[in-house]
């Protein structure tokens, strides 16, 4: 009974934490002095500062985006890029999970997606990534495309990208997803 009563107190406070950090997390555009974190971010957890999508190249450095903050320390970043009235989100990388940070910067691309007049949102992840396409999906995205065995394109481009993914899911396909936007 006591034990039940405390694992309630704890989730209760877990959640009023989660609560006060979500409330604190302010977005704001890339400066020109965060150059050096984002290339130290991107570099570290993909390996370079060349994004490949599609068979396109994308250089970190010349994108636009958003930092998440929460007080000063800069905790996610997004990165975009819009041709033909299209937004696609090249990078998404949160460095607090399960606080909220993920979302509101993908509530910001979409904002910043209807301002630009495009009719879709979308992005390209892998299918390794599982939590990848249930956070997505469960924000609106809709799977579109598996590019199949688009990871050997990829490869050519970046001969970074490794051959096994997250959980030891061998990297091979590109899967496409969006989100439709009516104006
Ligand atoms: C995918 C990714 C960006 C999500 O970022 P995140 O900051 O953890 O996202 P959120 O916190 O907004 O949401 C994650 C979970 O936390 C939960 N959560 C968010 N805010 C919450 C809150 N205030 N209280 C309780 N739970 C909350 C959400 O419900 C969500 O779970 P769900 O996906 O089952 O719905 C992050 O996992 C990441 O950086 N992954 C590696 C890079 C990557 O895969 N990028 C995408 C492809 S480019």
Redesign the pocket.
């Known amino acids: 009974m006591l034990y039940q009563f405390l694992e309630q107190e704890k989730l209760i406070l877990d ?1 009023l934490i ?2 006060e950090i ?1 409330s604190k997390i302010v977005i704001r555009p890339i400066e020109p002095l965060d150059r050096e974190w984002i290339i130290d971010l991107i570099s570290e957890r993909w390996r370079s500062t060349l994004i490949v999508t599609r068979g396109v190249k994308h250089e970190i450095e010349s994108l636009p985006g958003f930092i998440a903050y929460l007080s000063r320390d800069r905790v ?1 970043l997004l990165t975009y890029s819009i041709t033909n009235a299209e937004c696609e ?1 090249i ?4 460095l ?8 509101k910067l993908l509530l910001t691309a979409r904002e910043i997606a209807i301002k630009s007049s495009c009719n879709r949102l979308w ?1 390209i ?1 892998t299918n390794d ?1 599982i ?2 396409l ?2 997505f999906q ?1 924000r609106g995205f809709q799977l579109v495309a598996v590019h199949k065995n688009a990871l050997e394109i990829s490869r050519r481009l970046k001969p970074e990208i490794p051959m096994i993914g997250l959980d030891g899911i061998p990297l091979r396909d590109e899967i496409e997803l969006e989100m439709r936007i009516n104006h």
């Not at 990078?91 to 949160?94: E, K, P, V, Y």
């Not at 607090?96 to 979302?103: A, D, F, L, P, Y």
């Open positions: 959640i989660i609560m979500n996610g989100i990078t998404l990388d949160s607090m999970e399960n606080k909220g940070i993920g979302s992005l992840t990534n939590s990848g249930r956070f469960k």
